[in-house]
């Protein structure tokens, strides 16, 4: 839409990704007046439907499934909402998985005499993850169990390769390596999935029809906000009067209150005056670890059409078909970045992916680098050991007239999924209200100028 003559709005958002669009929406049914303002060419953020002409199909580039749907009441719900339909990934009918240096076929993923401690470590992460509710807030239960994943592995006393699995199995949820995930992270989002530790790898299949650009789409027609694509923050200013938003260009946009609905990570790339506080200060400077390399490769000659293989140490930590094509199956791939592996070197995506099925021909692969985009500087949130108990409730907070949004900040089990990104902007366009009204609740917003905020 074109721009406001005087650049004036009731509110200004920083970033189009599902969060951003969430709180234009809901602005615009309260009749106030918005400006969402994007780094990128285009919205959608972190998610991107794409053609991809290697590929000959469209494929998600970022965030594609929805979750599952007892916690997920945000994406299955917009989905109902606008009439977009759902389609399921395939189920595989053959499998491997790569372990203590070996190859087993099959779907039991370690050796046969192993499978009573397999059956050990799913039982304890299902038992562990019942002590969990899934009516709190992350950070506000069980800080005791806010420790590295790698220890709540290694006290279980298991053979190396079914640890080696379940090292790769964590690395494919999170893009990070065990010992930079919370176990309480981990354990808090099988509950919400069913308290299903295999759910984390079988119960996610749901994805958008058409793709999640259907949906964000039809959420902005709604919106009625003012879009200034390719527009970089450089910095947020604030004060008794309202909030200033400044871009590398120099423009200056004027509004009562800002969103932000940026990747923590690139919180460190914009000037906020005054400073944030303390927490959003370090993990916006030490960063969440999420960093998976998300890769389709189309190929031929798998052990079957549907294939799912997963493993650790491997370049393709799990691989999996989600396409059928004329010309083979394509793969979605996931890995923790190896510096030396390239995932769109067709060979040497090959050479990874023969590990787990070595007849495999790779036509082609394709693949958007999350990791060094400057938009996003990573992939989905991961709350590295200790973050919970020190910092969640503390990044979540506003900042005088400036509120966070996004998967990120989410206070739920879907912290890092669309569903988180879609439920905080939806509240947070709730608390720009209040701003707006000068009044402290919910969530005891104060606005800027009063003495709780230390903005003058």
Not at 120 to 144: A, K, P, Q, V, Y
Not at 272 to 296: C, D, M, T, Y
Not at 321 to 348: C, H, K, M, N, W
Request: charged share 20%; hydrophobic share 40%.
């Amino acid at each position: 839409m074109s721009g406001n003559a005087d650049n004036q709005y009731d509110v200004a958002i920083l970033g189009a990704g599902f969060a951003g669009v969430a709180a234009a929406r809901e602005l615009a049914a309260a009749g106030r007046s918005a400006v969402v303002i994007e780094a990128r060419d285009r919205i959608g953020g972190r998610t991107w439907t794409k053609h991809s002409e290697a590929l000959g199909q469209q494929i998600e580039f970022g965030g594609t499934w929805l979750g599952y749907r007892s916690s997920c009441r945000f994406t299955y719900g917009e989905a109902e909402r606008y009439g977009i339909g759902l389609v399921e990934s395939p189920n595989s009918s053959a499998f491997a998985s790569f372990v203590g240096g070996k190859r087993i076929d099959g779907a039991l993923p370690v050796p046969p005499e192993q499978i009573y401690h397999f059956e050990r470590l799913m039982t304890e992460i299902g038992i562990r993850s019942r002590e969990l509710s899934l009516h709190n807030t992350l950070g506000s239960f069980r800080l005791d169990l806010d420790y590295p994943l790698e220890d709540f592995l290694l006290n279980l006393d298991l053979p190396p390769e079914t640890v080696d699995y379940a090292r790769g199995w964590f690395s494919l949820y999170y893009g990070a390596e065990s010992h930079e995930i919370s176990t309480l992270h981990f354990l808090s989002q099988v509950a919400g999935l069913g308290y299903s530790a295999l759910g984390l790898v079988f119960g996610i299949v749901d994805k958008y029809d058409g793709g999640t650009v259907k949906l964000i789409d039809a959420m902005f027609a709604d919106a009625n906000a003012d879009l200034r694509l390719e527009t970089v923050v450089a910095k947020v200013s604030q004060d008794r009067s309202g909030v200033r938003v400044t871009t590398t260009d120099g423009e200056t946009i004027h509004a009562g209150t800002a969103i932000c609905a940026l990747p923590l990570n690139c919180w460190g790339d914009v000037d906020f005056e005054p400073g944030l506080n303390s927490a959003k200060q370090i993990v916006a400077r030490h960063r969440q670890p999420g960093r998976a390399e998300k890769s389709w490769i189309l190929a031929k000659n798998l052990p079957d059409p549907h294939f799912l293989a997963a493993g650790y140490p491997t370049h393709l930590r799990y691989v999996a078909t989600d396409y059928i094509t004329d010309r083979g199956s394509i793969l979605v791939s996931f890995a923790v970045p190896d510096p030396g592996f390239d995932p769109l070197d067709r060979e040497q995506v090959q050479e990874a992916l023969r590990v787990y099925a070595p007849e495999a021909e790779v036509l082609a692969v394709d693949a958007h680098d999350w990791n060094t985009d400057p938009f996003a500087r990573g992939t989905w949130m991961v709350f590295r050991p200790g973050w919970l108990k020190a910092h969640a409730e503390a990044i979540r907070e506003p900042e005088g007239r400036v509120i966070f949004a996004g998967s990120d900040v989410s206070p739920h089990l879907t912290a890092g999924w669309i569903d988180g990104a879609i439920e905080t902007g939806i509240s947070a366009a709730a608390m720009a209200e209040f701003v707006l009204h000068g009044t402290d609740e919910p969530g005891r917003l104060t606005a800027a100028g009063d003495a709780a905020t230390g903005v003058s």
